[in-house]
Protein backbone atom coordinates (compact mmCIF):
# COMPACT_ATOMS: atom_id res chain seq x y z
CA UNK A 1 0.00 0.00 0.00
CA UNK A 2 2.71 2.43 1.08
CA UNK A 3 4.41 2.12 -2.12
CA UNK A 4 0.96 3.12 -3.95
CA UNK A 5 1.08 6.21 -1.91
CA UNK A 6 4.69 7.16 -2.22
CA UNK A 7 4.05 7.00 -6.22
CA UNK A 8 2.35 9.65 -6.16
CA UNK A 9 -0.20 8.16 -8.81
CA UNK A 10 -3.10 9.05 -6.81
CA UNK A 11 -2.50 13.02 -6.16
CA UNK A 12 -2.64 14.39 -2.26
CA UNK A 13 -4.93 12.48 -0.26
CA UNK A 14 -8.06 13.88 2.20
CA UNK A 15 -8.56 10.70 3.97
CA UNK A 16 -7.06 7.13 5.01
CA UNK A 17 -9.20 5.09 6.75
CA UNK A 18 -7.94 1.59 8.33
CA UNK A 19 -9.67 -1.06 9.77
CA UNK A 20 -9.04 -3.93 11.68
CA UNK A 21 -12.66 -4.55 12.48
CA UNK A 22 -15.10 -8.21 12.16
CA UNK A 23 -17.70 -9.69 14.78
CA UNK A 24 -16.83 -11.94 17.22
CA UNK A 25 -17.09 -12.12 21.17
CA UNK A 26 -14.10 -12.56 23.53
CA UNK A 27 -13.80 -13.49 27.76
CA UNK A 28 -10.41 -14.30 28.26
CA UNK A 29 -7.79 -11.48 30.05
CA UNK A 30 -7.40 -9.44 27.32
CA UNK A 31 -10.79 -7.98 27.79
CA UNK A 32 -9.83 -6.34 31.28
CA UNK A 33 -8.37 -3.26 31.77
CA UNK A 34 -6.67 -4.33 35.06
CA UNK A 35 -4.58 -6.51 32.58
CA UNK A 36 -4.42 -4.42 29.98
CA UNK A 37 -6.29 -5.73 27.79
CA UNK A 38 -8.86 -3.64 25.19
CA UNK A 39 -8.56 -3.80 21.43
CA UNK A 40 -6.69 -0.53 21.22
CA UNK A 41 -4.13 -2.31 23.36
CA UNK A 42 -4.22 -5.33 21.86
CA UNK A 43 -5.25 -4.89 18.10
CA UNK A 44 -4.44 -1.49 18.20
CA UNK A 45 -0.32 -1.19 17.73
CA UNK A 46 -0.48 -2.57 14.26
CA UNK A 47 -2.77 -0.30 12.27
CA UNK A 48 -2.02 2.90 14.65
CA UNK A 49 1.81 1.66 13.79
CA UNK A 50 0.71 2.16 10.10
CA UNK A 51 -1.88 5.37 10.92
CA UNK A 52 1.83 6.95 12.35
CA UNK A 53 4.02 6.01 9.18
CA UNK A 54 1.19 8.32 7.69
CA UNK A 55 1.95 11.23 9.89
CA UNK A 56 5.59 10.81 9.57
CA UNK A 57 5.39 9.58 13.07
CA UNK A 58 4.67 12.87 14.67
CA UNK A 59 1.92 13.99 16.94
CA UNK A 60 -1.09 14.95 15.13
CA UNK A 61 -2.51 18.31 15.90
CA UNK A 62 -6.13 16.95 16.91
CA UNK A 63 -6.67 13.62 18.40
CA UNK A 64 -10.66 12.44 18.69
CA UNK A 65 -11.48 8.65 20.30
CA UNK A 66 -14.50 7.35 21.23
CA UNK A 67 -14.58 4.03 22.74
CA UNK A 68 -16.82 1.36 23.91
CA UNK A 69 -18.21 -2.13 25.26
CA UNK A 70 -20.65 -4.34 22.85
CA UNK A 71 -19.26 -8.05 23.08
CA UNK A 72 -16.55 -8.31 25.52
CA UNK A 73 -17.13 -10.29 28.88
CA UNK A 74 -14.79 -7.96 30.33
CA UNK A 75 -14.87 -4.40 31.62
CA UNK A 76 -12.70 -3.17 28.37
CA UNK A 77 -13.20 -1.91 25.26
CA UNK A 78 -14.04 -3.44 22.27
CA UNK A 79 -14.77 -0.60 19.78
CA UNK A 80 -12.61 1.67 19.20
CA UNK A 81 -12.78 4.59 16.33
CA UNK A 82 -10.18 6.94 16.35
CA UNK A 83 -9.39 10.43 14.07
CA UNK A 84 -6.26 12.07 13.63
CA UNK A 85 -5.87 15.30 12.10
CA UNK A 86 -2.96 17.22 11.05
CA UNK A 87 -2.45 20.62 9.22
CA UNK A 88 -1.18 19.13 5.33
CA UNK A 89 -1.85 15.89 6.29
CA UNK A 90 -4.84 13.44 5.44
CA UNK A 91 -7.56 12.78 8.02
CA UNK A 92 -6.67 9.18 9.07
CA UNK A 93 -9.56 7.13 10.53
CA UNK A 94 -8.47 4.60 12.88
CA UNK A 95 -11.17 1.63 13.28
CA UNK A 96 -11.03 -1.56 16.02
CA UNK A 97 -14.43 -2.94 16.39
CA UNK A 98 -15.56 -6.47 17.39
CA UNK A 99 -19.07 -5.60 16.81
CA UNK A 100 -18.81 -5.07 13.02
CA UNK A 101 -21.00 -7.75 11.41
CA UNK A 102 -20.33 -5.95 7.75
CA UNK A 103 -16.47 -5.37 7.85
CA UNK A 104 -15.44 -2.62 5.69
CA UNK A 105 -12.10 -3.02 3.42
CA UNK A 106 -8.91 -2.59 5.98
CA UNK A 107 -7.75 0.01 3.90
CA UNK A 108 -9.79 2.83 1.96
CA UNK A 109 -8.08 5.99 0.69
CA UNK A 110 -10.00 8.91 -0.76
CA UNK A 111 -7.29 10.52 -3.11
CA UNK A 112 -6.94 13.95 -5.51
CA UNK A 113 -7.12 11.73 -8.48
CA UNK A 114 -8.43 8.18 -7.25
CA UNK A 115 -8.67 5.86 -4.19
CA UNK A 116 -7.58 2.62 -3.01
CA UNK A 117 -9.03 -0.56 -1.33
CA UNK A 118 -8.34 -3.81 0.13
CA UNK A 119 -5.98 -5.43 2.65
CA UNK A 120 -3.71 -8.84 2.77
CA UNK A 121 -5.58 -10.83 0.23
CA UNK A 122 -5.23 -8.28 -2.05
CA UNK A 123 -5.29 -4.66 -3.12
CA UNK A 124 -7.39 -2.84 -6.20
CA UNK A 125 -6.62 1.50 -6.77
CA UNK A 126 -7.94 3.77 -9.15
CA UNK A 127 -7.09 7.28 -10.76
CA UNK A 128 -7.40 9.02 -13.45
CA UNK A 129 -4.12 10.99 -15.54
CA UNK A 130 -4.69 14.51 -15.39
CA UNK A 131 -2.70 14.88 -18.79
CA UNK A 132 -5.59 13.51 -20.79
CA UNK A 133 -8.44 14.46 -18.51
CA UNK A 134 -10.92 17.04 -19.97
CA UNK A 135 -9.94 20.27 -19.26
CA UNK A 136 -12.67 22.14 -17.05
CA UNK A 137 -13.12 25.55 -15.54
CA UNK A 138 -15.19 26.93 -13.32
CA UNK A 139 -18.54 27.79 -14.08
CA UNK A 140 -20.29 30.67 -11.69
CA UNK A 141 -23.76 31.10 -13.81
CA UNK A 142 -26.06 28.69 -13.40
CA UNK A 143 -26.29 25.50 -15.75
CA UNK A 144 -29.30 24.99 -18.22
CA UNK A 145 -31.94 22.91 -16.97
CA UNK A 146 -31.77 20.32 -14.47
CA UNK A 147 -28.41 19.67 -15.36
CA UNK A 148 -25.08 18.81 -13.26
CA UNK A 149 -21.70 18.72 -13.70
CA UNK A 150 -20.96 14.84 -16.11
CA UNK A 151 -17.81 14.03 -17.76
CA UNK A 152 -16.21 10.71 -18.95
CA UNK A 153 -12.51 10.21 -16.95
CA UNK A 154 -10.89 7.17 -17.98
CA UNK A 155 -9.84 5.80 -14.72
CA UNK A 156 -6.83 3.45 -15.18
CA UNK A 157 -6.89 0.46 -12.62
CA UNK A 158 -3.80 -1.64 -10.68
CA UNK A 159 -4.07 -4.40 -8.43
CA UNK A 160 -2.08 -6.81 -6.42
CA UNK A 161 -2.15 -10.01 -5.13
CA UNK A 162 0.18 -11.60 -1.98
CA UNK A 163 2.40 -14.42 -3.59
CA UNK A 164 2.58 -17.88 -2.56
CA UNK A 165 4.33 -16.84 0.26
CA UNK A 166 2.49 -14.07 0.80
CA UNK A 167 -0.75 -16.15 1.26
CA UNK A 168 -0.25 -17.01 5.05
CA UNK A 169 -0.10 -13.41 6.03
CA UNK A 170 0.73 -14.37 9.65
CA UNK A 171 3.56 -16.79 8.93
CA UNK A 172 4.83 -14.34 6.53
CA UNK A 173 4.95 -11.68 8.66
CA UNK A 174 5.97 -13.19 11.63
CA UNK A 175 9.12 -14.66 9.92
CA UNK A 176 9.68 -10.80 8.44
CA UNK A 177 9.98 -9.64 12.06
CA UNK A 178 11.89 -12.51 13.67
CA UNK A 179 14.12 -11.88 11.22
CA UNK A 180 14.31 -8.38 11.31
CA UNK A 181 15.22 -9.04 14.97
CA UNK A 182 18.19 -11.22 14.00
CA UNK A 183 19.33 -8.47 11.38
CA UNK A 184 19.33 -5.98 14.46
CA UNK A 185 20.65 -7.97 16.87
CA UNK A 186 23.45 -9.98 15.16
CA UNK A 187 24.58 -8.05 12.22
CA UNK A 188 23.95 -4.50 13.93
CA UNK A 189 21.33 -3.37 11.38
CA UNK A 190 18.94 -0.33 12.09
CA UNK A 191 15.57 -1.43 13.32
CA UNK A 192 12.91 -0.79 10.56
CA UNK A 193 11.08 1.04 13.85
CA UNK A 194 13.03 3.41 16.28
CA UNK A 195 12.00 3.68 19.71
CA UNK A 196 11.65 7.31 19.19
CA UNK A 197 8.67 6.45 16.86
CA UNK A 198 7.11 4.02 19.00
CA UNK A 199 7.15 6.61 21.97
CA UNK A 200 4.58 9.32 19.71
CA UNK A 201 2.47 5.88 18.86
CA UNK A 202 2.45 5.47 22.68
CA UNK A 203 1.51 8.41 23.17
CA UNK A 204 -1.40 9.22 20.93
CA UNK A 205 -2.56 5.42 22.35
CA UNK A 206 -2.15 7.08 26.00
CA UNK A 207 -4.43 10.39 24.85
CA UNK A 208 -7.14 8.04 22.97
CA UNK A 209 -7.43 6.08 26.80
CA UNK A 210 -7.38 9.59 28.67
CA UNK A 211 -11.04 10.67 26.64
CA UNK A 212 -12.43 7.67 27.46
CA UNK A 213 -12.77 6.36 31.03
CA UNK A 214 -14.89 3.31 31.07
CA UNK A 215 -16.21 1.92 34.54
CA UNK A 216 -14.19 -1.09 35.87
CA UNK A 217 -14.32 -4.20 37.43
CA UNK A 218 -13.31 -4.35 40.58
CA UNK A 219 -9.51 -5.42 40.79
CA UNK A 220 -8.58 -8.96 41.36
CA UNK A 221 -4.63 -9.36 40.62
CA UNK A 222 -2.68 -11.36 38.75
CA UNK A 223 -3.95 -15.30 39.05
CA UNK A 224 -1.38 -17.35 40.55
CA UNK A 225 -0.17 -19.23 37.85
CA UNK A 226 0.61 -15.96 36.29
CA UNK A 227 2.42 -14.91 39.34
CA UNK A 228 5.09 -17.88 39.33
Known sequence: MF???DSGVLGSFVQVSISFSGFARRWDWQTVQEYRGG??????????????????FKMPDQ????????????DAE????????????????????????????????????????????GLVWRYYDP???????????????????????????????PNEDEQDAFTY???????????VLRESAQPEITPQQVRVQIAVIEECHRQNHLSQLPPQGWPKECAT
Open 39 to 56: NLLNTGPHPMDQAMRLLD
Open 63 to 74: ILCAMDRANTFG
Open 131 to 161: QKAPEQMLIRSPLPGPSYCREELKMIERSWA
Open 78 to 121: DYVKILLRTKDKPVIDVEISSCTAFPQPMYTIHGERGGLSGGPA
Open 173 to 183: MSNAYYDGVFT
Open 3 to 5: EVI
